[in-house]
C-alpha cells in the first residue's frame, strides 16, 4: 500500500488596488488602474511527505527574490515554528498582466510606476505570507493522482506568436506557416487530483499549461486575473456544486513564452487580439477551454490517474546568469562560449504581436542609432588595453550579437552611453525615455541592478515528478530541451514525468534557443544574458539535478552567493517629483 502524503490547501484573496496605480506586464505608461474587474487569489499546497514543501500560485504578474524574502520573515514572525524558509518554499506567478506593479527591486521593471511602491510590496507579503500559513495548518492525510490530456488541435486557445523564430530550430522538421501557428503550440496539460486519504473526497486541484495571461489588452484598466483566473472560478464553481469541501483549482503555467491566447487581427490597433472585442469576454472564452479540460481530466484522474509515491525532496541554488562558462555539450561544440551582461534589445521595446511597444517611428531611428553605436562599442573595446572590463565588454558584444541592445542593465548604460541624460531622443516620444535619460551617473541607483542577475534555480520532487523552478519565461523549442536535459538525470530518482515551473521566485526575462535568439522577434530581444542564456540554464539545472539525486548528507550543491540588498538601496523614483508623474 502506497503511504500517504499529508496535503494542506489554501484560497486566500490578495487583490490589491489603489487608484492611477502602475499596472505590471505590459510596461506602458499609460496602464494604470482605473477598477478591480474580478479578485485576485492566491492557492498555497503544502505537500509532506518525510520532507515539506508548499507550491504557491499566484495571479499575478511574477514574483522577485526581495519579495520572497520578505514573505518568509512574516511567515517567522507569525508562525516561528513552522519548517518553512527559501529552499522548501516555490513561488509561482500565472502571469496576468493586469495587476499591481511597482514592487520589484529591479529599476527596469519599475520604470512605469515609476519607483517602488512599498505599499504593494508590503500588501503581497502580508497576504502571501497568510497563503502559505493556512496552507500548512491545513496539512491532513491525502493522496495525489496525475492525469494528462491535449486540447483539440482547433481549440482557438493557444498560438505561437513568433513563427519565423519557432521555425529556425531544428527540431521543427516541417515549418509551420503562420495560419497554423495554433499547431505550434504544446497543448498538454499535467493535471494533480488531491483527495482525503480516506474518504477520498477531493480537496482540490493544480495544473499546468502554457498560454499567456494577456487576453486583456493593455488598453484595458482594470484589475484582473485574466484568462487561467477565469478559468479557477470556473473550475471552482463546478465543483463547489458537487462537493461540500469546496475544492481549491489552480492554474499554474507552462511553458508559454512565445504562446498567445490571441488570433483575431485588429486594424485599429495593429495587434492580435481575443475571440470578442470586449478583452474580459475573450479572457472568460480562453478560460473556458482551460477549465473544461481540467475538469475533464479531474474526473478522469479519480479513476485513471497515475497515483504519485509520497515521497518529498528539494534543492535549490542561486546561478549568477551574466558570468556561466558553458560547456561546449551544450553549445553544439563552440568552446569559449558564456553568457554576459544583462541587456534589452530593440525588439523587445517594439512589442508583441499581443502589445504593442514604442512608437514605430521610434524604433526606425533607434535601428540606424544602434548599428553606429555598435560599431564604437566594437572598436572601443578592441582599443581598450586587456583589463576585466574590455574583456567583459567583448564577451558582451559577442554573446549578446545579434541584439541590438538598447540598455545595459548590469553597468546602467543606455545605447552605449553611461551618460543616458545626454541621449537625443526628445523626452516627449514616451515618459518612458524621460526616466531613462535622467538615470545618469549621478541618480543611477549603482547599488543594485536594473533587473536580476543572481537567480534561484530550484527543484521540488514529489514521488514520481520533478517540479522545476525556473525564474524566468521559457519558449516552446527551448522548455522541450531543457526537459530532454534533465530527464535521464533525474531517471535516476525514479522521476517519470518533468514538469516545468516558469515565473518561479523571481523573473529574468525570457529563454529561447540559440536560433531562435538569432531571429530577435521580441523573446530574444528579451532574453537577458546572451544567445546562450538557454544553455546557461540547461548546464546549471543539469549540476543541480545531478545533487538532488545523491544522498542528503553528499550533496554539495554550492551556488553563488545570493543577492540581498537594503530597502534603501532601491530606486524609488526621483524626490522631486510626486508618485504619479504621467499626465494622464
Known amino acids: 500500500m502506497n ?12 487583490t490589491y488596488f489603489r487608484d492611477k496605480l502602475g499596472m505590471l506586464g505590459y510596461g506602458r505608461h499609460f496602464h494604470f488602474m482605473n477598477g ?63 495587476t499591481a506593479g511597482g514592487y520589484s527591486q529591479h529599476m527596469a521593471y519599475n520604470l512605469v510606476n515609476p519607483g517602488f511602491q512599498e505599499d504593494v510590496y508590503l500588501h503581497y507579503s502580508e497576504k502571501l505570507s497568510d497563503a502559505v500559513i493556512a496552507a500548512y495548518n491545513n496539512l491532513q492525510p491525502a493522496r495525489i493522482f496525475q492525469q494528462t490530456g491535449e486540447l483539440d488541435k482547433h481549440a482557438e486557445v493557444c498560438f505561437n506568436r513568433s513563427i519565423a523564430a519557432y521555425n529556425a530550430n531544428p527540431e521543427v522538421l516541417e515549418k509551420v506557416e503562420f495560419k497554423n501557428r495554433h499547431l505550434a503550440a504544446d497543448r498538454t496539460m499535467k493535471l494533480w487530483r488531491i483527495e482525503q486519504a480516506d474518504t477520498a473526497q477531493p480537496l482540490g486541484s493544480v495544473n499546468w499549461f502554457g498560454v499567456h495571461t494577456t487576453s486583456i489588452s493593455n488598453r484595458m484598466d482594470k484589475v484582473c486575473s ?14 463547489n456544486e458537487i462537493y461540500p469541501q469546496e475544492p481549491v483549482c489552480a492554474f499554474a503555467q507552462d511553458a508559454c513564452g512565445d504562446i498567445s491566447p490571441n488570433f483575431v487581427w485588429d486594424k485599429k490597433h495593429q495587434e492580435y487580439t481575443g475571440k470578442s472585442e470586449d478583452d474580459y469576454e475573450s479572457a472568460q472564452f480562453n478560460g473556458k477551454f482551460q477549465a473544461q479540460l481540467a475538469t475533464e481530466l479531474f474526473a478522469k484522474a479519480a479513476n485513471k490517474g497515475e497515483e504519485l509515491k509520497a515521497e518529498v525532496d528539494y534543492l535549490d541554488f542561486y546561478v549568477d546568469m551574466t558570468k556561466v562558462a558553458i560547456s561546449e555539450e551544450y553549445t553544439n561544440g563552440k568552446k569559449n562560449q558564456s553568457t554576459s551582461w544583462a541587456t534589452f534589445g530593440l525588439a523587445f521595446l517594439e512589442g508583441t504581436t499581443d502589445g504593442q511597444g514604442m512608437p514605430k517611428p521610434l524604433g526606425t531611428v533607434l535601428k540606424g542609432i544602434f548599428a553606429v553605436a555598435h560599431r564604437l562599442e566594437k572598436l572601443a573595446a578592441s582599443l581598450r588595453p586587456k583589463n576585466e572590463f574590455s574583456q567583459d565588454m567583448l564577451r558582451l558584444l559577442e554573446s549578446q550579437y545579434p541584439k541590438k541592445m538598447f540598455m545595459n542593465h548590469s553597468k ?27 538615470m545618469g551617473n549621478k541618480e543611477r541607483p549603482i547599488k543594485t541592478p536594473w533587473v536580476p542577475e543572481i537567480v534561484q534555480l530550484q527543484i521540488f520532487i514529489i514521488g514520481q515528478v520533478a517540479l522545476i523552478g525556473i525564474p524566468a519565461e521559457i519558449t516552446t523549442i527551448a522548455a522541450r530541451r531543457l526537459r530532454n536535459t534533465l530527464k535521464p538525470i533525474l531517471a535516476q530518482r525514479g522521476v517519470e514525468f518533468i514538469q516545468l515551473c516558469p515565473y518561479a521566485n523571481g523573473y529574468a526575462g525570457y529563454i529561447t534557443t540559440p536560433e531562435e535568439y538569432q531571429t530577435q522577434h521580441y523573446e530574444g530581444g528579451h532574453t537577458l544574458y546572451g544567445k546562450w542564456t538557454l544553455c546557461a540554464y540547461q548546464q546549471k539545472f543539469a549540476e543541480l539535478a545531478q545533487q538532488i539525486c545523491l544522498p542528503d548528507e553528499m550533496r554539495a550543491a554550492q551556488g553563488d552567493t545570493p543577492f540581498y540588498l537594503n530597502h534603501e538601496d532601491i530606486w524609488k523614483g526621483f524626490e522631486d517629483e510626486t508618485i504619479r508623474v504621467f499626465a494622464r
Open 412 to 438: 546602467g548604460y543606455v545605447i552605449g552611453t553611461d551618460r543616458p541624460h545626454d541621449l537625443i531622443i526628445p523626452d516627449a516620444v514616451d515618459p518612458v525615455i524621460k526616466y531613462i535619460k535622467r
Open 226 to 239: 485574466d484568462n487561467k483566473g477565469y478559468a479557477a472560478t470556473f473550475m471552482e464553481t463546478h465543483l
Open 36 to 98: 478591480v474587474e474580478t479578485p485576485q487569489y492566491a492557492r498555497a499546497y503544502a505537500v509532506k511527505g518525510e520532507k515539506l514543501v508548499v507550491l504557491l500560485v499566484v495571479e499575478f504578474a511574477f514574483s522577485t527574490d526581495y519579495l520572497k524574502q520578505n514573505i518568509l520573515r512574516y511567515i517567522a514572525q507569525k508562525s516561528p515554528e513552522m519548517p518553512i524558509n527559501n529552499s522548501n518554499l516555490m513561488i509561482l506567478a500565472q502571469h496576468t498582466h493586469s
Open 3 to 14: 503511504k500517504k502524503f499529508n496535503v494542506g490547501i489554501s484560497k486566500t484573496d490578495v
